[in-house]
């Protein structure tokens, strides 16, 4: 069976801890994504013939790590699909960053516009054609001599949001090249991982907190844990 890291599974929602550098659903590359690996789980398990039922409520950037929520029922993806248009679902991410945010903690809007051939989104004017309003609220957790530990929560889940947000406000994430880190990380990932996830179960409703571990080999990840024990 393959090597996941299952962090909450019940008979409607399985939650992954994603690596970086796993897609989540399949593109162009043509490498096995997130979303097939756990059909081979559920099937192997429960002895499932047949093709196995799998929904994919929300995505994450290949580059990062951290919590992937699959719905298992379709009942169970129209009801999460709703919580998260409805945004009735709170999420939390880690990055560590190459400069401090400009204030210890604060709400930060913007519009973001995305160039579909760059894969890469833009902060605009309001006015702009295609410009989507993106918001999130960050908390500097502390610094170290070269980087700095953000906490942020998502609003809006537009293209990239985090990763641009940041950039704009000088806070560039660790290894992301593409919004103007110093360098890249060596595996290829990006220091940002999606830490936490609080939400109404879609069919039991009962409150729901499930927090995933950053990448244990990492010192800044490692770093970034002990400030919040």
């Given at each position: 069976m393959d090597n996941l890291d299952v962090v909450y599974e019940d008979n409607h929602l399985i939650v992954i801890n994603k690596p970086a550098g796993t897609l989540v659903q399949g593109d162009k590359s043509g490498d096995e994504p997130l979303s097939?690996?756990?059909?081979?789980?559920?099937?192997?398990?429960?002895?499932?013939?047949?093709?196995?039922?799998?929904?994919?409520?929300?995505?994450?950037?290949?580059?990062?790590?951290?919590?992937?929520?699959?719905?298992?029922?379709?009942?169970?993806?129209?009801?999460?699909?709703?919580?998260?248009?409805?945004?009735?679902?709170?999420?939390?991410?880690?990055?560590?960053?190459?400069?401090p945010t400009p204030k210890k903690s604060g709400l930060c809007i913007d519009y973001l516009q995305k160039n579909e051939k760059q894969n890469k989104s833009y902060v605009k004017s309001e006015t702009t054609s295609g410009a989507k309003r993106a918001e999130l609220s960050y908390e500097l957790k502390g610094s170290g001599n070269n980087y700095s530990f953000v906490e942020i929560k998502p609003v809006t889940g537009r293209h990239h949001q985090i990763r641009v947000q940041l950039s704009s406000m000088g806070a560039i994430i660790k290894g992301d090249l593409k919004y103007g880190a110093r360098r890249s990380n060596k595996d290829g990932s990006i220091h940002l991982h999606a830490r936490k996830l609080e939400f109404i179960h879609p069919v039991k409703k009962e409150p729901i907190k499930i927090i995933a571990p950053p990448p244990s080999h990492d010192a800044l990840w490692q770093a970034f844990l002990d400030l919040n024990n």
């Open positions: 097939d690996i756990v059909k081979r789980y559920i099937k192997v398990k429960y002895n499932k013939p047949g093709e196995v039922f799998l929904g994919t409520v929300h995505r994450l950037d290949r580059p990062t790590s951290g919590i992937v929520l699959f719905a298992r029922t379709s009942k169970a993806l129209t009801r999460m699909n709703a919580l998260f248009k409805s945004k009735n679902i709170q999420k939390t991410y880690w990055a560590v960053v190459e400069k």
